[in-house]
């Protein structure tokens, strides 16, 4: 949103100002982590105070420590350090959502509805309904086998 406020490009930017970056950064940590909420609940922890905050604001770890760092709390190595911890944490093959619960919500729900429905009418060739949806053709019939009956019924 920062970007946008300041009519500069986002990080999709090959050639993205630092200066700009850094900014918008520092924008959204304020908007997610305010910092008088932020002191409030860094002083209300007796221990472990980055993940206390991480987990009362719903940002990760890095963040908490990123801003933490920013107000003086920690010292600068503290960034380095959650990096490293961060890379050497096994990847959890089970993390994050199941991709046919979040297929519909991903464009809405009333979208996919809409795409899903159209093209297992045979209105809409499968291949648009993918492009449409961002996903591979497959994928949408493939939704419709899991899901089991939330788009509609296939033609006969």
């Not at 946008?4 to 993205?16: C, E």
């Amino acid at each position: 949103m920062a970007h946008i406020w300041i009519g500069q490009n986002g990080v999709s930017s090959w050639n993205q100002d630092r200066a700009v970056e850094s900014f918008c950064n520092k924008v959204a940590a304020e908007f997610l982590m305010p910092e008088v909420t932020f002191l409030t609940k860094w002083a209300e922890c007796d221990e472990n105070h980055t993940e206390y905050v991480a987990s009362y604001f719903k940002v990760s770890l890095l963040a908490a420590v990123v801003k933490a760092v920013q107000l003086d709390l920690l010292p600068q190595e503290a960034i380095e350090k959650a990096r490293r911890q961060l890379k050497a944490q096994p990847q959890d093959s089970s993390a994050g959502g199941h991709f046919y619960n979040m297929f519909p919500v991903k464009n809405s729900r009333r979208f996919t509805d809409a795409v899903v429905n159209q093209a297992m009418s045979l209105n809409l060739p499968l291949r648009e309904a993918g492009k449409l949806l961002n996903v591979h053709a497959d994928t949408v019939l493939s939704t419709l086998a899991i899901k089991g009956r939330n788009y509609g019924t296939l033609p006969d």
